[in-house]
């Protein structure tokens, strides 16, 4: 069932109000590699970039 145009900018305009964006950039063909990393490990790309993110901030000192 598609998703009704009310319903996207409903969605849009909650992540808006709820998310901060941070670009990130990386050379041509990495952005495949984690995406395929990712979906092997039964990730999405952004809740592996954001485990990546916080478990580094837990070793650390």
Known sequence: MPISEAQR????KYNAKSYDRIELKVKK???????????????S???F????IYETIEKSP
């Open 9 to 12: 900018r409903a969605v849009a």
């Open 29 to 43: 063909g990495e952005k495949d590699k984690l995406k395929l990393y990712a979906k092997e490990h039964g990730e």
């Open 45 to 47: 790309l952004n809740a």
């Open 49 to 52: 970039i954001n485990r990546a």
